[in-house]
C-alpha cells in the first residue's frame, strides 16, 4: 500500500522558518517523482518543488526559490521541504505527492505527470 504521511507544518512569523517532512511507505524514492503543493484559501492548489527520480533534478516555483529547498533521506524514506524567509502569503496547506515524473516548468511553477498518491496537507501559517 503506497502512502505518504506529511509534517512538520505550524505557525510561525514572517521571516521564520519551517522545515515539512514527507514520509514514504510502500515505495522507495527510485521509484516515484516527489513533489510539494500548496494551497491557500480560496486558491487553486499549485506546485511548489517537484525532485525527479531519473536524475535528482530539482524544478522550484519561481515565487519560492532560493527560499525553499528540497532535500531526501532515503535511509528514512523521507523527504524534507525547508521552508525560510516566509511571508504570509506563503500561508497555505502544505501537500506532498508522488507521481511518475517531473515535467518541467510551467508558468513558473514546477509539473508533475502521473500523480498516483497525495499526503494529507499540512498547514502553515505565517503570521505578520
Known amino acids: 500500500d503506497v502512502q505518504l504521511q506529511a509534517s512538520g507544518g505550524g505557525l510561525v512569523q514572517v521571516g521564520g522558518s519551517l522545515r515539512l517532512s514527507c514520509v514514504a511507505s510502500g515505495f522507495t524514492f527510485d521509484d516515484y517523482a516527489i513533489g510539494w503543493f500548496r494551497q491557500a484559501p480560496g486558491k487553486d492548489r499549485s506546485g511548489v518543488s517537484c525532485?525527479?527520480?531519473?536524475?535528482?533534478?530539482?524544478y522550484y516555483a519561481d515565487s519560492v526559490k532560493g527560499r525553499f529547498t528540497t532535500s531526501s533521506d532515503d535511509a528514512r524514506n523521507t523527504v524534507y521541504l525547508q521552508i525560510n524567509s516566509l511571508t504570509p502569503e506563503d500561508t497555505a496547506v502544505y501537500y506532498c505527492?508522488?507521481?511518475?515524473?517531473?515535467?518541467?516548468?510551467?508558468?513558473?511553477?514546477?509539473?508533475?505527470?502521473?500523480?498516483?498518491?497525495w499526503g494529507q496537507g499540512t498547514q502553515v501559517t505565517v503570521s505578520s
Open positions: 525532485t525527479s527520480s531519473r536524475d535528482g533534478r530539482i
Open positions: 505527492a508522488a507521481a511518475d515524473a517531473c515535467w518541467g516548468r510551467i508558468g513558473g511553477k514546477p509539473v508533475m505527470r502521473g500523480i498516483n498518491t
